[in-house]
Protein backbone atom coordinates (compact mmCIF):
# COMPACT_ATOMS: atom_id res chain seq x y z
CA UNK A 1 0.00 0.00 0.00
CA UNK A 2 1.31 3.35 -0.81
CA UNK A 3 1.61 6.48 1.25
CA UNK A 4 0.61 9.33 0.17
CA UNK A 5 1.12 12.80 2.15
CA UNK A 6 -0.52 16.08 1.56
CA UNK A 7 0.43 19.36 2.25
CA UNK A 8 -0.25 23.00 0.81
CA UNK A 9 -3.51 23.61 2.21
CA UNK A 10 -4.16 26.88 4.08
CA UNK A 11 -6.30 29.97 4.30
CA UNK A 12 -6.82 32.03 1.90
CA UNK A 13 -9.19 35.09 1.01
CA UNK A 14 -11.59 34.80 -2.22
CA UNK A 15 -9.36 35.66 -5.30
CA UNK A 16 -6.19 34.14 -3.88
CA UNK A 17 -4.76 31.15 -4.78
CA UNK A 18 -2.90 27.80 -3.33
CA UNK A 19 -1.10 25.05 -4.34
CA UNK A 20 -1.76 21.33 -3.06
CA UNK A 21 1.45 19.06 -3.19
CA UNK A 22 0.63 15.23 -2.81
CA UNK A 23 4.39 12.78 -1.99
CA UNK A 24 3.82 9.01 -2.54
CA UNK A 25 6.36 7.50 -0.08
CA UNK A 26 7.55 4.63 -2.54
CA UNK A 27 10.18 4.38 -4.48
CA UNK A 28 8.94 2.58 -7.46
CA UNK A 29 5.16 4.45 -7.95
CA UNK A 30 3.42 3.96 -11.03
CA UNK A 31 -0.21 4.11 -10.69
CA UNK A 32 -2.81 4.32 -13.54
CA UNK A 33 -3.80 7.63 -12.55
CA UNK A 34 -4.38 10.17 -9.62
CA UNK A 35 -6.71 12.17 -8.76
CA UNK A 36 -8.01 15.13 -6.78
CA UNK A 37 -11.07 14.97 -4.30
CA UNK A 38 -12.56 16.75 -1.82
CA UNK A 39 -15.15 16.99 0.80
CA UNK A 40 -16.86 19.96 2.76
CA UNK A 41 -18.40 19.34 6.68
CA UNK A 42 -21.32 17.06 5.62
CA UNK A 43 -21.24 16.28 2.21
CA UNK A 44 -20.12 13.44 -0.13
CA UNK A 45 -16.53 13.26 -1.43
CA UNK A 46 -16.54 14.61 -5.10
CA UNK A 47 -14.48 14.62 -8.04
CA UNK A 48 -12.42 17.56 -8.86
CA UNK A 49 -9.31 16.44 -11.42
CA UNK A 50 -7.71 13.35 -12.33
CA UNK A 51 -4.43 12.68 -14.07
CA UNK A 52 -3.19 9.52 -16.00
CA UNK A 53 0.16 8.99 -14.81
CA UNK A 54 2.48 8.26 -17.87
CA UNK A 55 0.27 10.48 -20.58
CA UNK A 56 -0.36 13.14 -18.23
CA UNK A 57 -3.82 13.48 -19.69
CA UNK A 58 -6.21 15.37 -17.49
CA UNK A 59 -9.83 15.84 -16.29
CA UNK A 60 -11.48 18.36 -14.50
CA UNK A 61 -15.09 19.06 -12.80
CA UNK A 62 -17.19 21.54 -14.41
CA UNK A 63 -16.66 23.21 -11.18
CA UNK A 64 -13.01 24.03 -11.33
CA UNK A 65 -12.14 24.14 -14.97
CA UNK A 66 -10.48 27.00 -15.70
CA UNK A 67 -9.56 27.41 -12.35
CA UNK A 68 -7.47 24.70 -11.40
CA UNK A 69 -4.98 22.32 -13.03
CA UNK A 70 -3.71 19.55 -12.02
CA UNK A 71 -0.17 18.12 -12.95
CA UNK A 72 2.38 15.51 -11.91
CA UNK A 73 6.37 14.95 -11.55
CA UNK A 74 6.89 11.45 -12.31
CA UNK A 75 10.69 11.93 -10.98
CA UNK A 76 9.28 13.14 -7.81
CA UNK A 77 6.34 11.07 -7.26
CA UNK A 78 4.86 13.82 -6.35
CA UNK A 79 1.38 14.96 -7.89
CA UNK A 80 -0.01 19.19 -7.33
CA UNK A 81 -2.72 21.07 -7.39
CA UNK A 82 -2.68 24.58 -8.63
CA UNK A 83 -6.12 26.78 -7.56
CA UNK A 84 -6.49 29.82 -8.39
CA UNK A 85 -9.02 32.22 -8.22
CA UNK A 86 -10.36 30.45 -4.94
CA UNK A 87 -13.94 31.28 -3.66
CA UNK A 88 -15.72 30.65 -0.41
CA UNK A 89 -17.46 27.25 -1.93
CA UNK A 90 -14.33 26.01 -2.51
CA UNK A 91 -13.69 25.26 1.67
CA UNK A 92 -13.56 21.74 2.08
CA UNK A 93 -10.81 19.23 2.96
CA UNK A 94 -8.99 18.39 -0.12
CA UNK A 95 -7.59 14.45 -0.78
CA UNK A 96 -5.29 13.17 -3.07
CA UNK A 97 -5.81 9.57 -4.60
CA UNK A 98 -3.88 6.54 -6.72
CA UNK A 99 -5.62 4.35 -8.76
CA UNK A 100 -4.18 1.05 -10.41
CA UNK A 101 -7.90 0.27 -11.79
CA UNK A 102 -7.58 0.60 -15.78
CA UNK A 103 -11.22 1.99 -16.40
CA UNK A 104 -12.75 4.78 -17.46
CA UNK A 105 -14.21 5.71 -14.21
CA UNK A 106 -11.33 7.97 -13.34
CA UNK A 107 -14.54 10.75 -11.66
CA UNK A 108 -15.26 7.64 -8.55
CA UNK A 109 -14.15 7.65 -5.55
CA UNK A 110 -14.37 3.41 -5.43
CA UNK A 111 -12.09 3.63 -8.64
CA UNK A 112 -8.96 4.92 -6.08
CA UNK A 113 -7.06 2.11 -3.56
CA UNK A 114 -5.11 4.50 -1.80
CA UNK A 115 -5.87 8.31 -0.20
CA UNK A 116 -3.91 11.12 1.23
CA UNK A 117 -4.62 12.23 4.90
CA UNK A 118 -6.34 15.22 3.59
CA UNK A 119 -5.32 18.75 3.84
CA UNK A 120 -7.98 21.67 4.76
CA UNK A 121 -8.55 24.50 2.14
CA UNK A 122 -10.98 27.81 3.72
CA UNK A 123 -11.42 30.48 1.56
CA UNK A 124 -12.69 33.56 3.17
CA UNK A 125 -15.29 35.77 1.50
Known amino acids: QVQLVESGGGLVQAGGSLRLSCAAS????????MGWFRQAPGKERKFIAAIHWISGGTSYADSVKGRFTISRDTAKNTLYLQMNDLQPEDTANYYCAARTARNLFYDKVDSYNDWGQGTQVTVSS
Open 26 to 33: VRTFTPFG
